[in-house]
């Protein structure tokens, strides 16, 4: 009997972590159909994409293919939400290039893979409630400070220039004593690029009468990057077969074929020298603790964001996340997670379920088997246009105006977390807004509000009822003493007093500490004490004290009042110590 429960337990465990065996029995022709539409249009828009966030990091273009097919193969199986698309993205590229910059290729590979198994570790333990430190106007401040790190990022691809930079201040600088070096040809096709981008956006909110005008309107619209890259390539092939040169400047020999499946290096060569494993993670620093952090904070997003109302399975998210980036790491992938823009178009496609995700890595497969020759005419304005178009809408100015209405505390936060993002770096900026916003959380663990009132019964038994709203613990043990201290000072008489434990989940060695203190002050000073609302954990915890004062509990207020009354019996009889209020002291 015992043997069967475990064997279920294990399989019930089984297909809640291997997601695809809740909905394949139920896989239909209709889904199927559905699913192969979405995956090609969602491989039409990724693969332009991948290319351009892998110029982003700094890499060769094939890279960005690379980290597109393996987590979309392996969300298949493990995902929870059928919208969600894992390959490169922005953020990702940008956060990638800020850590391993000037490094090998390897650096990146590795931070994959470490990624993925911080991601997975943090699955594993449940530690899905960190990221809930990261509030929505840290998150404000830190996306709109990325995309116009992007999209200056972008403009040296737009203009055809090349250069290096280490901060803004010196981007600009460096940007004005390149100007005389922009190519005309370059800026013409980048800008009238994205306008047609930003244009072709649009079209899927026309309404009009005819279905099949609108479905037509609908493709181009979420078509148009794969459009866009494939008409400036024609353009610039034009142009290299008939002249025997582009007027543009283009992306080069893209690596063809699939990747070998091999395990990332875990050493490297800089120059003469031999990087070991432990050389190369101090390289990485804290890239191995904020890009797992930020990945699942995107992921969960992007999640919450199409899950219509549903809980979100975060532990599941993070294990698959972890998964993929761990699994794409065996193909040199970068670092990768969900995309907002992505999970959009694989929503408006009538996405049924995660299968669609097969079907993307089948293309992307197939393009490196087959297109990758071609690759060579994308023109970089070209991706550099669609990298900006997709983030510019990232830009969260509406914010701004809400928070100065209802909470100006926040739009401090959004601002800080913004300007130090775009100064210094983005993951400092996340850093320093999570901080400065958990103050207030600080100041309600180590100044909570406590409740004191002075209760009557049978119009002449006082009690003092002491309630902490939030608990008790050790960084506010001090100030919960020295409250209850001076309120005792404060009442000309010995009173008998109930402590509260009714919001108390938990009492730490130190909280636990500070309480004896207090309760010796107490009852040399003739106060009787009474626990109120006890639990079965707490009591547990408070049992040495609870013995060592001989305090009585009670769960209700009722048998607050008859452990008074009994007591004022013995009083009268003679026996026992007076909870009823004395003299004043001298």
Not at 62 to 87: C, N, P, Q, R
Not at 268 to 280: C, P, Y
Request: net charge positive; hydrophobic share 45%; glycine share 6%.
């Amino acid at each position: 009997m015992n043997i069967q429960f475990k064997k279920e337990k294990i399989i019930t465990s089984l297909k809640k972590r291997v997601h695809i065996t809740q909905w394949i029995t139920k896989y239909t022709k209709v889904d199927c159909i559905a699913d192969l539409v979405s995956g090609l249009t969602l491989g039409l828009t990724i693969m332009p994409q991948s290319m351009a966030y892998a110029a982003l990091a700094n890499l060769p273009p094939h890279y960005g293919l690379y980290s597109s097919f393996m987590g979309a193969f392996v969300y298949t199986f493990f995902g929870t939400i059928k919208e969600v698309s894992i390959g490169p993205t922005s953020l990702m590229a940008l956060l990638t290039l800020s850590y391993t910059k000037g490094l090998p290729i390897e650096f990146v590979i590795l931070l994959c893979f470490l990624c993925g198994w911080v991601q997975f570790i943090m699955g594993v333990f449940k530690l899905g409630f960190l990221v809930d430190f990261i509030s929505m106007p840290a998150i404000s401040g830190f996306t709109t400070a990325t995309s116009l790190t992007i999209i200056l990022a972008q403009l040296k691809g737009l203009v055809g220039i090349r250069f290096s930079s280490d901060n803004i201040f010196h981007y600009v600088q460096k940007f004005y004593t390149h100007s005389d070096k922009i190519k005309l040809n370059d800026l013409i096709l980048g800008v009238c690029c994205i306008i047609i981008l930003l244009i072709f956006s649009k079209l899927k909110d026309i309404k009009l009468k005819c279905p099949s005008a609108m479905k037509a309107l609908w493709l181009l619209s979420i078509s148009r990057n794969a459009l866009i890259v494939l008409v400036s390539s024609v353009i610039a092939f034009y142009f290299e077969y008939k002249y025997g040169e582009s007027p543009f400047s283009l992306s080069g020999n893209v690596v063809s074929g699939i990747p070998t499946l091999a395990l990332p290096k875990f050493y490297t060569q800089i120059g003469n020298d031999t990087v070991t494993f432990v050389e190369m993670v101090q390289k990485l620093s804290t890239a191995v603790i904020v890009l797992p952090v930020v990945a699942v904070l995107s992921n969960v997003a992007v999640a919450k964001a199409f899950c219509k109302g549903k809980a979100v399975d975060a532990t599941q998210e993070m294990i698959t996340l972890g998964l993929c980036n761990i699994l794409g790491s065996f193909v040199q992938s970068m670092p990768s997670c969900g995309a907002f823009t992505r999970s959009a178009v694989a929503h408006a496609s009538g996405v049924r379920t995660p299968m669609t995700g097969l079907y993307v890595g089948t293309i992307i497969l197939l393009a490196l088997t087959f297109l990758t020759p071609y690759f060579y005419y994308i023109p970089k304005s070209s991706l550099s246009a669609v990298l900006i178009s997709a983030v510019v809408f990232m830009v969260d100015y509406k914010i701004v105006p809400k928070l100065w209405r209802t909470n100006k505390f926040e739009l401090l936060v959004t601002f800080v977390t913004f300007i130090i993002s775009l100064v210094f770096s983005v993951e400092q900026g996340l850093l320093v807004g999570v901080i400065i916003n958990c103050i207030p959380l600080l100041k309600v663990w180590t100044r909570p509000k406590i409740d004191f009132a002075i209760k009557t019964f049978q119009k002449k038994h006082n009690y003092l009822l002491i309630k902490p709203e939030l608990g008790l613990y050790y960084s506010a043990s001090d100030f919960f003493n020295s409250q209850v201290q001076k309120m005792i000072m404060s009442i000309d008489y010995t009173i008998p007093v109930v402590i509260d434990f009714e919001h108390f989940f938990h009492v730490d060695y130190t909280s636990k500490e500070t309480m004896k203190h207090l309760l010796t002050d107490l009852q040399s000073n003739n106060h009787s004490i009474i626990f109120l609302n006890l639990s079965e954990s707490i009591a547990d915890t408070l049992q040495e004290i609870i013995d060592q004062f001989c305090i009585r509990c009670c769960q209700s207020e009722n048998e607050i009042f008859d452990e008074l009354t009994f007591t004022s019996v013995e009083i009268d009889e003679g026996a026992g110590t007076s909870l009823l209020p004395h003299k004043p002291k001298a």
